[in-house]
T-cell receptor
Framework: DGGITQSPKYLFRKEGQNVTLSCEQN?????MYWYRQDPGQGLRLIYY???????QKGDIAEGYSVSREKKESFPLTVTSAQKNPTAFYLC????????????FGEGSRLTVL | AQSVTQLDSHVSVSEGTPVLLRCNYS??????LFWYVQHPNKGLQLLLK??????LVKGINGFEAEFKKSETSFHLTKPSAHMSDAAEYFC??????????????FGGGTRVLVKP
């Protein structure tokens, strides 16, 4: 089945540690996105990539890093520079057309202990 | 620049009664508009989308939305709410990809409570 797979679903981190969230898609989509969602709030864009080996900062990129070495993969690293990393992280992908909808993974919940 | 405003942060309905979720947008170009639903601790699922074809769009699970350019609105409705409709709903606008850098803008979300 085609879709987006995020892992792990739950992750606990100690302060000062970097963690990497995985996102893989087999939909052959060009564009991939990372969003952060906090309780009672909407989605905020962290990074997005429209093509392999290229990505752009979103609205809240500070403290995060990404790579896009393969079309199907877009991992997100939450670094120790991110002051408040506890959140629900969503990965999505779509065709790079105005009409293409986003397809979402099931999310990864990161908790800093 | 594009923006989306969901006019109600919370909506409470009784099972079997109609549901109305309001969304207004602003866009410099011809937008595409989407409604998504999110159940707790899950990803977002597409309910329906408008892409400059028919202004009345039918989606999954009995939902539909009407694009009204003159009112810059894209309200979501369902004739009869079901308990399984309790979730959060997001209205999303996608502007001309060159101008917006292929980004989409999300509304703040509307949480729907369905009472038995």
């Amino acid at each position: 089945d085609g879709g987006i797979t995020q892992s792990p679903k739950y992750l606990f981190r100690k302060e000062g540690q970097n963690v990497t969230l995985s996102c893989e898609q087999n939909l052959n989509h060009d564009a991939m996105y990372w969003y952060r969602q906090d309780p009672g709030q909407g989605l905020r864009l962290i990074y997005y990539s429209q093509i392999v080996n290229d990505f752009q900062k979103g609205d809240i990129a500070e403290g995060y890093s990404v790579s896009r070495e393969k079309k199907e993969s877009f991992p997100l690293t939450v670094t120790s520079a991110q002051k408040n990393p506890t959140a629900f992280y969503l990965c999505a992908s779509r065709w790079t057309t105005n009409t293409g909808e986003l397809f979402f993974g099931e999310g990864s919940r990161l908790t800093v202990l | 620049a594009q923006s989306v405003t969901q006019l109600d942060s919370h909506v409470s309905v009784s099972e079997g009664t109609p549901v109305l979720l309001r969304c207004n947008y602003s866009s410099s170009y011809s937008p595409s508009l989407f409604w998504y639903v999110q159940h707790p601790n899950k990803g977002l699922q597409l309910l329906l989308k408008y892409t400059s074809a028919a202004t009345l769009v039918k989606g999954i699970n009995g939902f539909e939305a009407e694009f009204k350019k003159s009112e810059t609105s894209f309200h979501l409705t369902k004739p009869s709410a079901h308990m399984s409709d309790a979730a959060e709903y997001f209205c999303v606008v996608s502007d001309d990809e060159k101008a917006a850098g292929n980004k989409l803008t999300f509304g703040g979300g509307t949480r729907v409570l369905v009472k038995p």
